[in-house]
């Protein structure tokens, strides 16, 4: 059984950091895309970042670009997302999430992720 499980989610300032990790078990996702998705009360799922590590391609939201960086560990069966120069509008439940099959199109669609992670909450104050 896979399980996607999400740590790192906390209360910092504005301008702090966080690094959030996604630890995947049952399978492994090496050549598979991963992903970063956030979501606020009221509002649906929106897409922030996803990596395939074979290719060494990342993708951002335009929301997050230049502030937030998305990696893998394949070894530890990892992702991570380092978010520097945190505002409060990143404050939301950000989710992890992964494909059970190896396509690589239409990556900021959460309908097609197959796996994801419970949810870690992120608050930013101003």
């Known amino acids: 059984q896979v399980q996607m499980v999400e740590s790192g989610g906390g209360l910092v300032q504005a301008g702090g950091s966080l690094r959030l990790s996604c630890a995947a078990s049952?399978?492994?996702?090496?050549?598979?895309?991963m992903g970063w998705f956030r979501q606020q009360p009221g509002k649906e799922r929106e897409f922030v970042a996803a990596i395939i590590n074979t290719v060494g391609w990342t993708y951002y939201s335009d929301s997050v670009k230049g502030r937030f960086t998305i990696s893998r560990d394949n070894a530890k069966n990892t992702m991570y997302l380092q978010m520097n120069s945190l505002k409060p509008e990143d404050t939301a439940v950000y989710y992890c999430a992964a494909r059970r099959s190896v396509d690589y199109s239409r990556l900021a669609e959460a309908n097609e992720y197959d796996y994801w992670g419970q949810g870690t909450q992120v608050t930013v104050s101003s």
């Open positions: 049952g399978r492994t996702f090496s050549g598979n895309a």
